[in-house]
């Protein structure tokens, strides 16, 4: 069962352009749900998180936006550059010291020039 | 000075070995953890450590054993290796007060089992 379905599986944009992956979840006890980016070789790096008290959280070009009647958030990355070509994932948890983050599928995006 | 990091890097073998796969933090968190990343890049918790006491361990073969000497340190031990357990082999920690939260990664291990 994938209790986080992410979408899309790839995505190209354009240097400059908007960048925007959706997730999904199903679990109401989730209360934490971070993005991770992966470059090739590497492990996955911590970008932005959010918790479910707040709608909208920016960190520089990286938005999350949350929606918790919908069950729904997403990443936004503005001004799209080449070196935010990478996986994405995004991941939910239930904060507690039996914790784990359920990832989604993740997003290849490629931006190119 | 690497946050967590992993060796070996890379791990070729053939079915039937045995292997060991170490992990060390030096960020003072006290919960590490396993994930694996398939082929299609899927990740998986298997393991998570909090102060050296096991408090995850989800649907993964007995083949795996992860060993805990100190929080600082979690390895992984994969007997009798099969094909399917071809992956890339994340390590990860996170900090005290908020466990779970904020989880750290190390660079992997590319298992391939040939």
Known sequence: QQQVKQSPQSLIVQKGGISIINCAYENTAFDYFPWYQQFPGKGPALLIAIRPDVSEKKEGRFTISFNKSA???????MDSQP???????????????????TFGTGTRLQVTL | DTAVSQTPKYLVTQMGNDKSIKCEQNLGHDTMYWYKQDSKKFLKIMFSYNNKELIINETVPNRFSPKSPDKAHLNLHINSLELGDSAVYFCASSPPGLAGSEQYFGPGTRLTVT
């Open chain 1, 83 to 101: 070196g935010d070509s990478a996986t994405y994932f995004c991941a939910a948890n239930i904060t507690g010291t039996a914790s784990k983050l």
């Open chain 1, 71 to 77: 069950k729904q958030f997403s990443l936004h990355i």
